[in-house]
């Protein structure tokens, strides 16, 4: 369905998730053995509920009126092209979205801006990553323009050393040579590593790389109920995995 699962593109993939897990899980994550945390932004960071209004119903109505066409028809014609671009950047563009609509995709966001929001506990585990003396990355496949509106609106950016985006080295963070190319520019060790995400292709990539902590997020959208993982370790929010060593 349009908009289901969205994220910072125009994101909609078939994920596998399980609950049953402790209330607090920061046993997964071995922190003696843990230099680096990169983070995902939208699901795991921020709540992927402002991503799923804005595709779900955001785009569709501007481009029903764009058009003088009915909602559902919009909805309709636009659904070919959310499912026709699953894993490339181009799926994350708002450039690429702007011009297939005819819409200003990054204007309509900032429009919208007053929905973003900050997943519980997400900036308490931030600060104590930081507290720790840890590397803090944040890398993401979402386009320039949503990531620094995001960062603006929510007042994180400080909290992060690096924020990197999939856009600068070409390929997204789904594709297997993402990877590599990060290390290149940003050296860090993998195998002290911890990496969460929400999504699936992106954690495989993560984990056939070689990370040491590979971690899924349950639930990312507060829109939508949590999902079952069986592929990955998972925690409901990024708090779980407090307290950190």
Known sequence: MLGQGLKGGAESEGRDYHSGMKPFAAELVD?????????????????????????????????????????????????????????????????????????????????????????????????????????????????????????AQTGLAGHFDRILCAHDFGMPKEDPRFWPALRAQHGFEPQRALFADDSLPVLRAARDYGFGAVVAIRHPDSSQPKRVIEEFSAVDRLEQLLPIA
């Open 31 to 151: 922190w003696t053995r843990t230099d680096h945390v990169l983070l995902d932004m939208d699901g795991t960071v921020l709540d992927l509920a402002f991503d799923t209004h804005f595709w779900r119903d955001v785009v569709p109505l501007h481009y029903a009126q764009a058009q003088g066409i009915a909602l559902e028809e919009a909805r309709l014609r636009l659904e070919p092209y959310f499912t026709g671009l699953q894993g490339r950047l181009e799926w994350y563009c708002l450039d690429h979205w702007s011009r297939l609509t005819g819409l200003n995709l990054a204007q309509l966001k900032a429009a919208a801006r007053e929905r973003i929001a900050v997943l519980p506990g997400s900036e308490a585990f931030l600060d104590a990553v930081r507290a720790s003396g840890r590397s803090l990355w944040l890398v993401t496949n979402a386009h320039r323009d949503s990531w620094q509106l995001k960062m």
